[in-house]
């Protein structure tokens, strides 16, 4: 059985059982501040089990992509030492909203798992959640008599609250939870440990792992620690899709299953290494094929790698897998890259993105590839520094491990390698001690405690404002206060609000609220959470449960309107001027200006600039006026020609804003037509990333005071030259001048420098058998004179210069020797210290010609005796 089609036999057989089967959502989450990485199939139903909003459907299957870098079994490090875990992973999932529970979950996955797949019974094991006396829960009965209709006894196993109970996050819905574990060891290492399958079950053994996990919702985490009853039970189920694919392929790997067999011999071929050669060998092998799908679905899903955030975690796989290639597969060029059409061939059928974004994807890894191997360079040169260093000890310590692990991307067991190499050894506690320490500075920068919502009223967020900035009569249905890096917010959320919250790029809107009693609160920002349209307020209302009056900042809004509307014919514009293969890869829109980045490989002339500003000011008098479809299906948005973005989890109705021919699919505030973002100016264009570039802008108000602050400039500029009506030519002919007498001042120094140079030359007297100059106070600058001696080192012979010379108040030194004193061993860089040191300063230079500077022109007269009893031993 393919790949393919055990994905494909999951979903029609949850089809059957009355399930929806959904879209996976995009792997990097844009709208949820607790996440950056899609980590299980249940985080884009997190809103039907927060409450925060209702299911269309009680039941849903699909096969979601997601990535895990941390948590249980999760470290990055570890990924490709052995052969189950990775950072991308498919996630096949059912899910039941306050429909059906444990016993039909569990018959189910076992109808599923022996009937549909074939699984042979006898090597399945169950786990049941044993009950937690800290929590005050029992026994799962339920799921273990459930159970006990498959399974005989001994292969149901008791779980403790580790292993067998789940919760989303600190506070929550949780329950507990029954894994399915199979033993896939051989006769051999069954008879060779003599212990039954279940004595493995999570313990760690590679052939004894668990392949699905059930999870009974039914409680909720709150703020204190204590647990309450949900109201409607769920269910979540995620089984691994690599590791099924492993089991019923009849392999011991997930990498020896036909997920990864093409991409394994693709990076055979290209590196010339054969797969099973050594462990080495291996493990780098299985690294990179892993790596390149977490690298190729991020960047497909519109994260690029960068220093911040879910990009620095998208740079840290990317440069984990290229110093795997460096070090064992002998990759000394970008190698990733190569390896997307591969990754397109294996899964581009089930997920399209990849495909469509192939050159960008090619292109971003490329350039970051390039990157870091001139950073491998620069750490392995500073690796050979702390080498020199430590050459006594023989040990490289922990704070400079740490260095090349933190700024270079070195793994400690790279830096241990090279040091083995050449005979030393690495301080591993300091190194450990060092990566804690960051580790807590990374905690408590995210440190975050939520208290539990305090709730006044039932019901949903109505959103009215598209169409209004001030709403009367509002109800509050819940506050909480969450505390973070020591600060307290209150949030409040109400039954319907004006307020936009942060999301799509666009910033969340500030104002007021006021209660009927007249007390008026500030609104500093409103974010969007969980589907929650949360207000971040200045204080709490004395009475939660009055009527309120909440007033959006309409000046503010209309700035960020305007300025949304414009990234959409902006958008517009550069695909009619630089071409269709022009997309959206992100935006920032403010009140005082916005960004709009997009793909396009090479930067815009400034014709290409001028037309872009021309057309959009165009566009923008035109004064089309918004037209929106709110409740569009795709399909007819679609029809109207809507723009989607790749890497954006789109509803079943979506809204549709149409500006002339600007069609795009949008949630965000828009101006009612275009006349009334006014003027448009273009502050920067540059690039951000291999093939995204990115447009700074301004509208309205602050472009008009971009342009005046140019014409103030100009108009001073133009004073300057007598108000010459050709600026540009006045400007030319001054650099033209200037050229003309900067070149005859060189010349001029230079004949200074000649005729200093023959000064010297006749003072030269014979010592010790050459020629000696020496010029202790003469009357010349830095300058002059270092290029007197340039002259005098090309010409004579036998000779050495030392001059002393006091310059505002500072000594300097110079020490010359001619070419062929040079080649008899002297040294100018080397003897020059001898001086420095009565000057108390420092300096070097070439073997032909060094200079020092100082502090204590005191000692000049002691220097320059120094140099010249140095200069003709």
Not at 110 to 116: A, K, R, Y
Not at 120 to 148: H, I, N, P, Q, R
Not at 741 to 769: R, T
Request: glycine share 8%.
């Amino acid at each position: 059985m393919t790949s393919k089609e055990i994905r494909q036999k999951f979903l029609d057989f949850f089809a059957s059982k009355g399930h929806t089967i959904v879209p996976s959502a995009p792997m990097v989450v844009k709208n949820d501040p607790t996440l950056m990485f899609t980590n299980a199939g249940m985080n884009q139903f997190k809103d039907f089990f927060l409450g925060n909003a209702v299911p269309k459907f009680n039941r849903a299957t699909d096969s979601q992509k997601c990535l895990r870098v941390s948590g249980k079994h999760n470290d990055l490090e570890e990924v490709g030492h052995d052969t189950y875990h990775h950072t991308m992973f498919e996630m096949l999932g059912n899910w039941s909203f306050g429909d059906y529970f444990k016993k039909e979950a569990i018959d189910w996955a076992w109808e599923l798992l022996t009937e549909v797949y074939g699984i042979d019974k006898s090597l399945l094991y169950a786990t049941v959640f044993e009950g937690s006396a800290e929590d005050g829960t029992e026994m799962d009965l339920e799921a273990k008599e459930a159970w006990l209709k498959h399974l005989p006894e001994d292969h149901i196993i008791l779980g403790n609250k580790h292993d067998n109970f789940w919760e989303m996050g600190d506070t929550g819905p949780c329950g507990p939870s029954s894994e399915i574990h199979i033993d896939i060891r051989t006769a051999e290492e069954k008879a060779a440990d003599g212990l039954p399958g279940r004595e493995w079950v999570n313990k760690d053994n590679p052939h004894v792992i668990e392949i699905w996990n059930l999870v009974f919702m039914e409680f909720e985490r709150k703020a204190d620690g204590h647990l309450e009853s949900l109201p409607a039970k769920n269910i979540d189920t995620g089984m691994g899709f690599e590791r099924l694919c492993a089991v019923l392929q009849g392999k011991n790997s997930n990498y020896d299953s036909d997920v990864f067999t093409g991409m394994i011999a693709k990076i055979g071929e290209l590196s010339g290494h054969k797969y099973g050669e050594s462990r080495q060998v291996d493990v780098a092998m299985r690294v990179i094929a892993d790596h390149v799908r977490t690298i190729s679905f991020s960047i497909a899903d519109g994260q690029l790698p960068s220093n911040v955030k879910a990009g620095y975690v998208i740079r840290r796989i990317l440069r984990r897998a290229v110093r795997y290639g460096y070090t064992f597969l002998g990759f000394n060029e970008p190698f990733l890259c190569r390896l997307v059409p591969q990754l397109i061939d294996d899964m581009g059928k089930a997920y399209p993105e990849i495909k469509a974004q192939q050159k960008l994807i090619e292109s971003v890894t490329r350039e970051e590839e390039n990157a870091f191997l001139r950073t491998l360079d620069r750490g392995i040169k500073l690796m050979d520094d702390y080498m020199a260093k430590s050459k006594d000890s023989k040990e490289i310590g922990g704070v400079d491990a740490f260095t090349l692990y933190d700024t270079f991307g070195f793994p400690i067991d790279l830096t241990q390698l090279i040091a083995t190499e050449n005979g030393y050894t690495v301080d591993l506690d300091g190194f450990n001690a060092e990566l804690q320490k960051q580790k807590e500075r990374a905690r408590n920068a995210t440190s975050i405690e939520f208290g539990d919502w305090t709730i006044y009223a039932e019901g949903e967020v109505e959103f009215v404002g598209y169409d209004l900035t001030t709403v009367e009569g509002v109800k509050m249905l819940k506050q909480r206060t969450v505390k973070q890096k020591n600060k307290e917010m209150l949030q409040l959320v109400f039954d319907r609000t004006p307020f936009y919250g942060e999301m799509g790029g666009e910033v969340g809107d500030t104002g007021y609220i006021i209660s009927d009693a007249g007390e008026k609160i500030a609104i500093l920002n409103t974010v969007k959470e969980n589907n929650l349209t949360i207000h971040i307020a200045e204080r709490m209302p004395s009475d939660c449960t009055a009527s309120f009056t909440l007033v959006v900042d309409a000046e503010r809004r209309q700035k960020i309107a305007n300025n949304h509307s414009c990234t959409h014919i902006l958008d517009q514009v550069l695909r009619e001027i630089l071409g269709t293969h022009v997309e959206q890869k992100g935006s920032y829109v403010c009140d005082k200006y916005f960004r709009f980045d997009f793909s396009h490989f090479e930067k815009l002339t400034d014709e290409q600039t001028a037309a872009v500003e021309k057309r959009v000011n165009e566009l923008i008098r035109a004064n089309n006026p918004l037209i929106e479809n709110r409740n569009a299906t795709m399909d007819e948005a679609k029809a109207m020609g809507a723009i989607a973005l790749f890497g954006e989890k789109y509803g079943d109705r979506v809204r549709v804003v149409k500006f002339g021919d600007s069609v795009e699919l949008c949630g965000g505030c828009h101006t009612s037509a275009s006349g009334n973002i006014g003027y448009f100016r273009i502050v920067s264009e540059a690039a951000i990333a291999a093939g995204v570039r990115r447009i700074e802008a301004v509208t309205g108000e602050a472009a008009e005071e971009l342009v005046n602050g140019l014409a103030c400039s100009l108009r001073s500029a133009k004073a300057f030259f007598n108000n010459a009506p050709d600026l540009a030519g006045a400007i030319q002919k001054l650099i033209a001048e200037n050229a003309e007498y900067k070149k005859q001042a060189e010349e001029f120094a230079q004949q200074k420098a000649a005729a200093l140079a023959k000064s010297l030359q006749d003072k030269a007297e014979e010592v010790n058998g050459m020629q000696l100059i020496a010029a202790e106070g003469i009357e010349a600058d830095a300058t002059m004179l270092r290029n007197a001696a340039l002259i005098l080192q090309k010409s004579a012979q036998n000779t050495a210069l030392v001059a002393a010379v006091a310059a505002d108040g500072k000594p300097q030194l110079l020490l010359m020797y001619s070419a062929d004193l040079v080649a008899k061993g002297k040294n100018a860089g080397k003897d020059i210290r001898e001086g420095a040191k009565f000057i108390q300063g420092g300096g070097g230079g070439q073997p032909g010609l060094a200079t020092a500077g100082g502090k204590n022109v005191e000692g000049l007269e002691d220097a320059f005796k120094a140099l010249v009893a140095t200069a003709t031993k």
